[in-house]
């Protein structure tokens, strides 16, 4: 598996496991997400994402109770998480309303619980989860480079952040946000002309690529154009479909880092398959056809 730097001291790998649907798994043993966990790094996927909204709210605990049980995993790993969204359940009941908070009390109570629930010393990379409207440039920028100065938080990034939204903040941030995590499947592909892969590759800021796979919708109709054609393409490069929904991202130029959701364990221990292809410029439009229905212009 490719590595990736994002800055100087840090590293991902190029396909990352996300833990947003951690709590939809029947199996919430700390055993079954230590399989999970060992099932990516066995194939050199050693980032992993979190939020600390996850699983309203719970799910950077089930992470840290896997680590507290098998405390090695942590040095193999690179944690990601993620903090801005106040919604009125667990952690959060008593808040009337859905609303986001970017302001450096916040923030630095939101990094002191994330520590404490995935009991770990240190978030490799810590990422603001969506823009907020009622956002303090300067005071969000300086809670940031403080808490890397602090060493609490070793890189910074954003999340569903469009090109404006990453110029304020990086205006008021001595540290580089590295990336921008935004949602870029073959159904959900506006990134790729409104603007924001290019913002990206511009000013390498590597974009992290969420539900790569529309989250499973991409396999709803067996039927559909997109699912025929990536059939063809699985069989012909010797690889399940999936990875060639996942080789489209690899295959874009702004070194796309895809963020797969999988539970399943079968499907886990086939993510890698997609870093083995490279899909040909023909064969990545016609899945892009197949996906938007007509051809390009
Ligand atoms: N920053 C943000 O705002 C944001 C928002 C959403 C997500 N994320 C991150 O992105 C990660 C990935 O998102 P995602 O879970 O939506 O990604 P995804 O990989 O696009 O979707 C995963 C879903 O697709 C299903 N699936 C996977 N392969 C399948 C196949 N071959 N056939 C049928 N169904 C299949 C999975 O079911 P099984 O479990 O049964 O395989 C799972 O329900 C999250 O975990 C989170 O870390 C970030």
Same mark, same amino acid.
């Given at each position: 598996?490719?590595?990736?730097?994002?800055?100087?001291?840090?590293?991902?790998?190029?396909?990352?496991?996300?833990?947003?649907?951690?709590?939809?798994?029947?199996?919430?043993?700390?055993?079954?997400?230590?399989?999970?966990?060992?099932?990516?790094?066995?194939?050199?996927?050693?980032?992993?994402?979190?939020?600390?909204?996850?699983?309203?709210?719970?799910?950077?605990?089930?992470?840290?109770?896997? !680590?507290?049980? &098998?405390?090695?995993?942590?040095?193999?790993?690179?944690?990601?998480?993620?903090? @801005?969204? =106040?919604?009125? +359940? *667990?952690?959060?009941?008593?808040?009337?309303?859905?609303?986001?908070?970017?302001?450096?009390?916040?923030?630095?109570?939101?990094?002191?619980?994330?520590?404490?629930?995935?009991?770990?010393?240190?978030?490799?990379?810590?990422?603001?989860?969506?823009?907020?409207? !009622?956002?303090? &440039?300067?005071?969000?920028?300086?809670?940031?480079?403080?808490?890397?100065?602090? @060493?609490? =938080?070793?890189? +910074? *990034?954003?999340?569903?952040?469009?090109?404006?939204?990453?110029?304020?903040?990086?205006?008021?941030?001595?540290?580089?946000?590295?990336?921008?995590?935004?949602?870029?499947?073959?159904t959900?592909?506006?990134?790729?002309?409104?603007?924001?892969?290019?913002?990206?590759?511009?000013?390498?800021?590597?974009?992290?690529?969420?539900?790569?796979?529309?989250?499973?919708d991409l396999f709803k109709n067996p039927e559909s154009p997109l699912n025929i054609?990536?059939?063809?393409?699985?069989?012909?490069?010797?690889?399940?479909?999936?990875?060639?929904?996942?080789?489209?991202?690899?295959?874009?130029?702004?070194?796309?880092?895809?963020?797969?959701?999988?539970?399943?364990?079968?499907?886990?221990?086939?993510?890698?398959?997609?870093?083995?292809?490279?899909?040909?410029?023909?064969?990545?439009?016609?899945?892009?056809?197949?996906?938007?229905?007509?051809?390009?212009?």
């Amino acid at each position: 598996m490719q590595r990736i730097s994002l800055s100087d001291n840090l590293s991902v790998s190029q396909i990352i496991y996300g833990m947003w649907r951690l709590t939809d798994d029947p199996d919430h043993s700390t055993v079954h997400l230590q399989h999970k966990i060992e099932a990516c790094l066995d194939q050199g996927i050693t980032t992993f994402d979190q939020a600390d909204i996850y699983g309203g709210y719970s799910s950077e605990a089930e992470l840290g109770n896997t !680590l507290k049980q &098998a405390p090695s995993l942590r040095d193999s790993m690179e944690i990601i998480t993620k903090c @801005g969204i =106040v919604a009125p +359940i *667990g952690l959060h009941s008593d808040k009337n309303v859905k609303h986001y908070d970017t302001s450096a009390q916040y923030i630095n109570q939101a990094v002191e619980r994330s520590l404490k629930e995935m009991a770990i010393e240190q978030i490799d990379l810590l990422l603001l989860h969506r823009p907020d409207p !009622l956002m303090d &440039a300067q005071e969000t920028g300086n809670a940031l480079d403080a808490l890397i100065a602090s @060493g609490k =938080v070793k890189a +910074i *990034g954003v999340s569903n952040f469009r090109p404006w939204d990453i110029e304020l903040l990086q205006s008021s941030t001595k540290n580089k946000l590295v990336t921008n995590q935004i949602e870029i499947s073959l159904t959900q592909n506006s990134a790729l002309t409104n603007g924001d892969l290019s913002y990206m590759q511009q000013h390498q800021i590597l974009p992290m690529a969420w539900s790569p796979l529309g989250g499973g919708d991409l396999f709803k109709n067996p039927e559909s154009p997109l699912n025929i054609k990536l059939n063809t393409l699985a069989t012909s490069h010797g690889v399940n479909p999936a990875a060639i929904a996942t080789a489209w991202l690899l295959r874009h130029p702004a070194q796309i880092l895809p963020i797969m959701g999988s539970n399943d364990i079968y499907r886990i221990k086939q993510f890698s398959e997609a870093s083995k292809v490279t899909l040909e410029r023909e064969a990545w439009f016609e899945l892009l056809q197949a996906a938007s229905g007509h051809e390009v212009a």
